[in-house]
Antibody, heavy 119, light 110 residues
């Protein structure tokens, strides 16, 4: 059974960096058949895919156009986890953030982290 | 704003059948498989349907999916009170090179 456990702060100040981590159990971040994603949900945007990291002989990252200039997703093989960094946040980045695995489709999700951007 | 279009709401009485549509385009639903997810507030989304019409183990057969051209649909038959939730469709978009979600449909059991 795959489990994804998220951690990170629930409050970030405007212009600062949002940082979240997703710890994986039951699979490997280096799996050659999975990808590891970050998604967020807000009342105004619904569910929005932010990006993913995956390993296929080498590491790949793909990001949504809407956040491409501000986002970094990094795998951490030593801890079997992956992280999200979103720079220069504004109140528009207030949302529930989820990590999730895809194996051709989303199958396992983290529990979610509610992040508020406010001073 | 979502490229996949869903009706914002749907409703039915217990035992009825409810259908939710998801309309996309040739670069997403027309080319790639559709998945459906159930989302209850404060919880992680749950996979209901993958590959257009397949159910993971543990998902009741009251839930069924279909795809035709650039549209897909989710049907809930024998509606139950615990089905009250938000439902989202999703598909990979080959032009955007990213995942797209529908705007979500809130199902209410009357």
């Amino acid at each position: 059974q795959v489990q994804l456990r998220q951690s990170g702060p629930g409050l970030v100040k405007p212009s600062q960096t949002l940082s979240l981590t997703c710890a994986i159990s039951g699979d490997s971040v280096s799996s050659i058949s999975a990808a590891w994603n970050w998604i967020r949900q807000s009342p105004s945007r619904g569910l929005e895919w932010l990006g993913r990291t995956y390993y296929r002989s080498k590491w790949y990252n793909e990001y949504a156009l809407s956040v491409r200039s501000r986002i970094t997703i990094n795998p951490d093989t030593s801890r079997n986890q992956f992280s999200l960094q979103l720079n220069s946040v504004t109140p528009e980045d207030t949302a529930a953030y989820y990590c999730a695995r895809t194996v051709g489709h989303f199958d396992y999700w983290g529990q979610g982290t509610r992040v508020t951007v406010s001073s | 704003q979502s490229v996949l279009t869903q009706p914002p709401s749907a409703s039915g009485t217990p035992g009825q059948r409810v259908t939710i549509s998801c309309s996309g385009g040739t670069s997403n639903i027309g080319k790639n498989a559709v998945t459906w997810h159930q989302h209850l507030p404060g919880t992680a989304p749950k996979l209901l349907i993958y590959n257009n019409n397949e159910r993971p183990s543990g998902v009741p057969d009251r839930f069924s999916g279909s795809r035709s051209g650039t549209s897909a649909s989710l049907a809930i038959s024998g509606l139950q009170s615990e089905d009250e939730a938000d439902y989202y469709c999703a598909a990979w978009d080959a032009s955007l090179n990213g995942w797209l979600f529908g705007g979500g449909t809130k199902v209410t059991v009357l």
